[in-house]
Antibody, heavy 120, light 108 residues
Framework: EEQLVQSGAEVKMSGESLRISCKGSGYSFSNYWIGWVRQMSGKGLEWVGIIYPGDSETRYSPSFQGQVTISADKSTSTAYLQWSSLKASDTAMYYCARLFPRATGYMDVWGKGTTVTVSS | EIVLTQSPGTLSLSPGERATLSCRAS???????LAWYQQKPGQAPRLLIY???SRATGIPDRFSGSGSGTDFTLTISRLEPEDFAVYYC?????????FGQGTKLEIK
């Protein structure tokens, strides 16, 4: 079964760093793009960016460029989303999803999400 | 950036009725790269439709998608109790990928 398993909920203070993860299984992780999506409480879905684990090519939404870093380790089939200095406005649910069949692909397999809470 | 506008914001219908959800793009969507997702409270989104009109694996045939260019529609032919949720459209042909703001389908 193809699945993405995300790391657990995080509670952090403003200014701290954080890395959350998304581990794929049941398919060739290196060969499909992974995307990250933000959902603030009670709000809609926002595109953060995508990464190709095979060569770590990364593309960001202009709204998130410079605010987060997306990375991947193909040896462990894991993608990451990280912040160097969290803000209260980063509080949200973050989903990872597989893009099928390429970068211009729809999101067919989703993780359950990681809740990030940042206190000021 | 392509802006997707969904209407209505909230749709109140009864089980058994037909639901029609609209997604309008600010510019033409490349190659009909338009998807629809369903999200229930406390759950991740689920892919329903891709390529504007192709049903994803395991999606019942009461769900159908249509449209091209800038106007797209998701139709649920006969609402089941489990269909009441929030629905999002997304274009994935242009960068940045963008989502509509969502349509909440609620029980009347």
């Amino acid at each position: 079964e193809e699945q993405l398993v995300q790391s657990g909920a995080e509670v952090k203070m403003s200014g701290e760093s954080l890395r959350i993860s998304c581990k794929g299984s049941g398919y060739s992780f290196s060969n499909y793009w992974i995307g990250w999506v933000r959902q603030m409480s009670g709000k809609g879905l926002e595109w953060v960016g995508i990464i190709y684990p095979g060569d770590s090519e990364t593309r960001y939404s202009p709204s998130f460029q410079g605010q987060v870093t997306i990375s991947a380790d193909k040896s462990t089939s894991t993608a990451y989303l990280q912040w160097s200095s969290l803000k209260a406005s980063d509080t949200a649910m973050y989903y990872c999803a597989r893009l099928f069949p390429r970068a211009t692909g729809y999101m067919d397999v989703w993780g359950k999400g990681t809740t990030v809470t940042v206190s000021s | 950036e392509i802006v997707l506008t969904q209407s209505p914001g909230t749709l109140s219908l009864s089980p058994g009725e037909r639901a029609t959800l609209s997604c309008r793009a600010s510019q033409s969507v490349t190659s009909s790269y338009l998807a629809w997702y369903q999200q229930k409270p406390g759950q991740a989104p689920r892919l329903l439709i891709y390529g504007a009109s192709s049903r994803a694996t395991g999606i019942p045939d009461r769900f159908s998608g249509s449209g091209s260019g800038t106007d797209f529609t998701l139709t649920i032919s006969r609402l089941e109790p489990e269909d009441f949720a929030v629905y999002y459209c997304q274009q994935y042909g242009s960068s940045p990928r963008t989502f509509g703001q969502g349509t909440k389908l609620e029980i009347k």
